[in-house]
């Protein structure tokens, strides 16, 4: 009768563990479980060692094409905006334009006529200097505060108030085309010229990723409170404030490429909801990323946190937070390619894109999660789009939804899948 008993409490043990696991992982387990017993009879009848390599390479292949995220088509609701009319009326169900669907018909339109090359194929022109995307889930409490400090920045730097030698100061109204700064640039013009960037303008999406709380109203309520109005027929420099809901939780990667998706400015950045990122870096960021380009106005800007390593703020940090950090870098460094292995700081959520970098990148993003920024820098390497990192401005902010040790597991797990994933084709460009 014990032994009857410990059988039956060990069981249960065993089912408790079961209902707590990710079905992913079980699943994992168990065909990695009988692959391996599968190349182990294999091995015993076979000496071509070759062989049973390219077994191994193919199990593995297997295992990752079941676990690898593949993210879900957008939702109809998704594809439309809430915003501030003038007067102060809320709207919602505004369609969204989406520069990344006119980017796929071209692309389609190429590839049937046997051109696989996509030499020439460029991205809709931008409408305003810089799209800023928020992704933000249940932040109602910290989202007014982070959309202060940007709005003050932007309406400063980029708003249709700034004085007319601001834009040329932060080398914000010159692009790289054939290796040369357009003439507008160069002689200082108020005016762009024809078919040059947008020298202002400005657009926030704070993309609500499932929101349950009073996200939404927070966005809409501080449009309205500091005349931030969405007027398509207006003249002038942009100055909008949309908000775009997805319907249910994806994740803060989901969220931020959804919004990357929609932007229209000439330059893509997206910030964290919670401000931990001083905003007034965004010009250190705009210069970097006009120096790095390369002759088509590819780049991307990175904010660093590297240079706060052994600031107070990270010092008092607990033990255990600060070895899952160094311990992801070790990771991080073993697993990824030269370039991407080489940035500093890979996680601050704080990063800028030129439009022309924007086709390389986001069509081809999976990852949802926390380990998103990896899976956008390795794309920028694989398709030579220079990086450049920048020292930024940053403070720790009570409220994060980062649990520590968890999520650094899920992050670990997640840039395994990721890096095996694109290194054995099962994400590929094509």
């Known amino acids: 009768m014990a032994l009857q008993e410990r059988a039956a409490m060990l069981w249960a043990a065993v089912l ?16 990695t479980g009988f692959m391996g017993f599968a190349s182990m009879v294999r091995e015993r009848h076979t000496q071509r060692r070759w062989y049973v390599e390219a077994d191994q390479v193919e199990q593995l292949y297997l295992a990752l094409f079941i676990v690898a995220p593949v993210p879900r088509a957008p939702r109809p609701s998704e594809k439309r905006f809430q915003t501030i009319l003038p007067g102060g009326e809320a709207r919602e169900g505004i369609k969204l334009s989406c520069w990344q669907d006119g980017y796929n018909a071209s692309r389609d339109a190429t ?31 910290r989202l007014g505060e982070m959309l202060e ?21 932060d080398g914000v109204r010159s692009r790289k085309a054939n290796g040369k700064k357009s003439a507008a640039a160069t002689k200082g013009s108020a005016e762009p010229a024809a078919g040059a960037a947008p020298a202002a303008g400005w657009e926030i ?47 803060k ?10 932007v229209r400015g000439e330059y893509v950045c997206f910030a964290d909801a919670d401000g931990a990122s001083r905003f ?24 660093s946190r590297a240079h706060l390593v052994g600031s107070e703020a990270v010092v008092k940090r607990s033990f255990l937070r600060n070895l899952l950090m160094h311990s992801f870098h070790l990771l991080l460094r073993l697993l990824t390619p030269p370039a991407t292995a080489a940035i500093k700081d890979t996680q601050c959520g704080f990063k800028l894109f030129s439009r022309a970098a924007l086709p390389d990148i986001v069509p081809y993003m999976h990852s949802e999660g926390w380990i998103f920024d ?51 084709g099962v994400y590929r460009r094509n």
């Open 149 to 169: 400090e940007a709005v003050a920045y932007l309406r400063e730097e980029y708003g249709a108030s700034r004085p007319s030698t601001s834009a040329e100061k």
């Open 205 to 251: 999406l704070v993309v609500s990723d499932g929101s349950t709380d009073g996200t939404v109203k927070t966005a809409l309520d501080f449009a309205r409170k500091h005349d931030i109005s969405f007027d398509p027929s207006a003249s002038g420099p942009e100055e909008s404030l949309r908000v775009v809901c997805l319907e249910d939780n994806r994740g």
């Open 111 to 141: 590839r049937r006529k046997g051109d696989f090359s996509l030499a020439g194929l460029q991205i809709e022109p931008a409408e305003v200097f810089v799209s800023l995307v928020v992704p933000a889930y249940n932040e109602e409490e």
């Open 16 to 31: 408790d563990v079961a209902r707590t696991t990710p079905p992913t992982l079980i699943l994992l387990l168990v065909v």
């Open 280 to 303: 007034t870096d965004l010009g250190a960021l705009v210069k970097a990323c006009r120096e790095a380009a390369d002759t088509d106005g590819k780049a991307v800007a990175v904010g």
């Open 374 to 424: 990896v899976e956008m820098l390795m794309l920028a390497e694989s398709a030579g789009i220079p990086v450049a990192e920048v020292a930024v401005g940053w403070k720790e902010v009570k409220g994060s939804k980062l649990n520590v040790v968890w999520d650094s597991l899920g992050m670990a797990w997640g840039l395994a899948v990721l890096r095996g994933a694109w290194g054995l």
């Open 253 to 262: 990667g989901g969220a931020v490429v959804h919004g990357m998706r929609h």
